[in-house]
T-cell receptor, first 114, second 113 residues
Framework: AQSVTQPDIHITVSEGASLELRCNYS??????LFWYVQSPGQGLQLLLK??????LVQGIKGFEAEFKRSQSSFNLRKPSVHWSDAAEYFC????????????FGTGTSLTVIP | NAGVTQTPKFQVLKTGQSMTLQCAQD?????MSWYRQDPGMGLRLIHY???????DQGEVPNGYNVSRSTTEDFPLRLLSAAPSQTSVYFC????????????FGSGTRLTVV
């Protein structure tokens, strides 16, 4: 079965600094990969997704993620963080052959310092 | 477009009580699911449905029932609430499967005392 690991429980960055959130997955084939963001008291919102093709995926709110098969990673990046980016970020992985096997990571909490 | 609507937003139950968490979507999505979110554990799938009349168990189904009589609605029933069911519950829908990307409701925070 596939799984996803987010090694960083909490990250703090200064406003305007760059950001990279790590995500590692375990799966025998090419998975479907996702990043979601959760603001306090809200549901999750899809930031971006990777199915196939170009390994650099652009998402909403200026985020991007890069699929690296050799490292089993799908890290989320943003060149310049805004205070409004403070939230919880979840990586998720889905199976290619069945969409019913879908797993979320435990999340990374982002704090942005003014 | 309302998206995915969950009610109630907050609920306190006594151990042994039953209740139904409501979920409705207006996007004509075939796939609907219920997750629970607990600190440090991410989101775990409780039950899901691939269409009206079809439901199946996820990772943590014990103590919960679901039904899907219409495309729009997917209620989650707690049969006999236990303190271990204290959690935040999210309903999510997708066009066909989770691999299309979910639209989430805003959640129900449930406390069982």
């Amino acid at each position: 079965a596939q799984s996803v690991t987010q090694p960083d429980i909490h990250i703090t960055v200064s406003e305007g600094a760059s950001l990279e959130l790590r995500c590692n997955y375990s799966y025998g084939a090419t998975p479907y990969l996702f990043w979601y963001v959760q603001s306090p008291g809200q549901g999750l919102q899809l930031l971006l997704k990777y199915f196939s093709g170009d390994t650099l995926v652009q998402g909403i709110k200026g985020f991007e993620a890069e699929f690296k098969r050799s490292q089993s990673s799908f890290n989320l990046r943003k060149p310049s963080v805004h205070w409004s980016d403070a939230a919880e970020y979840f990586c998720a992985v889905g199976a290619v052959n069945t969409g019913n096997q879908f797993y979320f990571g435990t999340g990374t909490s982002l704090t942005v310092i003014p | 477009n309302a998206g995915v609507t969950q009610t109630p937003k907050f609920q306190v139950l006594k151990t042994g009580q039953s209740m139904t968490l409501q979920c409705a979507q207006d996007m004509n999505h075939e796939y609907m699911s219920w997750y629970r979110q607990d600190p440090g554990m991410g989101l775990r799938l409780i039950h899901y449905s691939v269409g009206a009349g079809i439901t199946d168990q996820g990772e943590v189904p014990n103590g919960y029932n679901v039904s899907r009589s219409t495309t729009e609605d997917f209620p989650l029933r707690l049969l006999s609430a236990a303190p271990s069911q204290t959690s935040v519950y999210f309903c999510a829908s997708s066009l066909r499967t989770g691999n299309y990307g979910y639209t989430f409701g805003s959640g129900t925070r449930l406390t069982v005392v």
